[in-house]
């Protein structure tokens, strides 16, 4: 069993001056925190929708950095490696919506020939996002039971970080790329959310995995969190988490992204085997990062609560490294 402090009822995640609150520090197993961040200009904000299916990969974003929106619309078509990336710079991060709780309400970005909007509620999310060429039509249901990642990261009364990852979500509905329709199925596709908000240092770097497949899931981050007491590490059994609280050591050569990657530690014994590498940089000036997430397939093992070894082999996902002066 895990170290950390498991919440169970909701929770603000500031004081009222706009600090870390004590009593938001630890896990939860389903959106508890109310992102009630006070002050301007380290507030960062964001929602990514990951999709995988058999023939393409997903990226949306929509974020608030304060002084500006950054969004994007990002796929893959696993057929033949061609990436279409559409982002966008909004400066004040005008007209953006980020609702202050994971899974209710409405999230809305708009700019440089992008949209994305999602709807949230109790029994699911409706995706939609267009970029040129590209169109976004989803439903991730939320299944009775399904449970998620949430967890707070403190590195000081100031500076914090809340972040739900909700990994294995099932997906259906319709990409629609250049006027082509590709039906996404229930069984043969998954979604992941990364739900972030909090209060960060201008240098911030992080390692992050998450893969999926019939009935198993894993969550998986690095160097960000360690030393904190917190982690956001995580195996998923028929939708029932199992909170790994250890810090990790990942390995990966910075010189071949596409060589297999190491994560180790206490419960968790994984390699991931990437088949394409997507480089995102930007630089902006006092905005600049530069990130490599590679997709590929994962194997392994990662013990449950009961030190049971739960079989990784086969699951679809990523693993990444972000370097970020924000």
């Not at 994962?298 to 009961?306: E, I, K, P, V």
Request: aromatic share 10%; with cysteine; hydrophobic share 35%.
């Amino acid at each position: 069993m895990t170290h950390e402090r498991e919440i169970t009822e909701p929770v603000d995640l500031c004081r009222p001056d706009g600090r870390l609150n004590p009593a938001a520090v630890g896990w939860s197993r389903r959106p508890l925190h109310r992102a009630n961040l006070r002050g301007w200009g380290r507030a960062k904000r964001w929602e990514y929708w990951g999709v995988v299916t058999p023939t393409h990969i997903v990226g949306l974003v929509a974020s608030s950095l304060d002084y500006a929106g950054v969004h994007s619309v990002y796929l893959l078509d696993r057929r033949n490696g061609v990436e279409r990336t559409t982002e966008a710079v909004v400066p004040f991060a005008r007209g953006t919506v980020l609702p202050p709780v994971s899974g209710a309400g409405e999230v809305r970005a708009r700019g440089g020939g992008l949209a994305v909007h999602v709807d949230q509620g109790p029994d699911g999310s409706t995706i939609r996002a267009t970029a040129p060429g590209v169109e976004v039509d989803l439903v991730a249901p939320l299944p009775p039971g399904h449970e998620s990642l949430g967890v707070v990261v403190p590195w000081s009364t100031r500076r914090f970080q809340y972040t739900l990852k909700d990994v294995g979500r099932p997906v259906r509905g319709t990409l629609r790329v250049d006027g082509t329709a590709f039906p996404v199925d229930t069984g043969e596709s998954f979604a992941v959310l990364d739900h972030g908000r909090g209060k960060w240092p201008y240098s911030a770097r992080w390692n992050w995995a998450a893969g999926s497949g019939p009935g198993r899931a894993v969550q998986l981050g690095g160097v960000w969190t360690d030393g904190t007491g917190s982690t956001e590490n995580a195996v998923f059994v028929d939708r029932r988490l199992h909170k790994i609280g250890a810090d990790l050591t990942w390995r990966y050569d910075r010189a071949d992204w596409l060589r297999p990657w190491r994560i180790t530690g206490d419960r968790v014994d994984v390699t991931f085997h990437p088949f394409h590498e997507r480089v995102a940089r930007t630089n902006l000036g006092v905005l600049a990062g530069e990130t490599h997430q590679c997709f590929g397939h994962f194997s392994g093992w990662a013990a449950t609560d009961d030190g049971e070894r739960v079989d990784l082999d086969g699951l679809v996902g990523w693993a990444e490294e972000a370097r970020n002066r924000w």
